[in-house]
């Protein structure tokens, strides 16, 4: 993928390159006109949350995080207390998808193709199709990636990144601009703390050092630790939301 334009596609360069690059201004601007367009579906997006007191939720992080366990998890103990659905996005298969739709909740699968993140307008068409209830929470889980999808604003209320502990606890210093952008991170699979080398205050701290408003829970979707605090956050993001 290009990392400038977000197209999805890989671009052949046949010039060699020097250390100085004369289309660097005309890059800036491909990336200005993506990142704009994005914000102006982004905004429509937001305005139907609004309107509709829909809590949209941008959920990111590495392939095999666990997100989508931890997702299930999440339906299992929310969905008798308020209406509940699922946007999953993937580059292929609806593997996922299968998996959420098993819970019983609504859920609309994208594929991204080549793209290493879902957009504003992709979730505008999905939010036609799924159409979820007036006074719902609507997760949005997203590609697994730790860059992209923090650029990519989606109308969201809040995003949030999860980062299991197998992945190592300094992902907060190499992955800067996803944890500067997440309103909450989670460090999850915490059953597996005595089997790996990751040091949760350390991670916290380097967490706080990018964004030091980042709330953090801890949680383990196969032994439920951490799953009630998880719900709690969720819900009063969803009483304040729809009282509003």
């Known amino acids: 993928m290009c990392g400038y334009c977000g197209c999805g596609h890989d671009h052949e360069h046949t010039h060699e390159h020097e250390h100085s690059h004369a289309h660097d201004s005309r890059i800036i601007q491909i990336e200005q006109d993506i990142l704009g367009e994005n914000q102006r579906f982004a905004d429509q997006n937001r305005a139907y949350f609004a309107k509709n007191h829909i809590v949209a939720l941008n959920l990111m992080s590495s392939p095999g995080s666990g997100k989508t366990t931890l997702l299930i998890e999440t339906i299992g103990a929310l969905k008798q207390r308020c209406a509940i659905s699922v946007i999953e996005g993937d580059q292929q298969t609806d593997l996922d998808a299968k998996r959420i739709a098993a819970t019983g909740v609504p859920v609309l699968q994208i594929n991204t193709g080549k793209a290493c993140h879902l957009d504003a307008h992709r979730i505008g068409h999905a939010l036609g199709d799924l159409a979820p209830s007036n006074n719902s929470i609507l997760f949005i889980e997203n590609v697994g990636n730790l860059v992209c999808p923090a650029l990519f604003d989606l109308g969201e209320k809040a995003k949030i990144v999860i980062l299991s502990v197998t992945e190592g606890d300094d992902k907060p210093l ?63 993001t969803y009483d304040a939301t729809i009282t509003a």
């Open 174 to 236: 190499k992955y800067p601009h996803m944890f500067a952008e997440a309103s909450l991170m989670i460090i999850n699979k915490i059953d597996l703390l005595p089997y790996v080398s990751f040091n949760v205050e350390q991670c916290i701290e380097y967490a706080k050092r990018v964004n030091p408003s980042i709330e953090v829970l801890q949680t383990s979707a196969t032994t439920h630790q951490g799953i009630e605090p998880w719900c709690d956050w969720l819900l009063q």
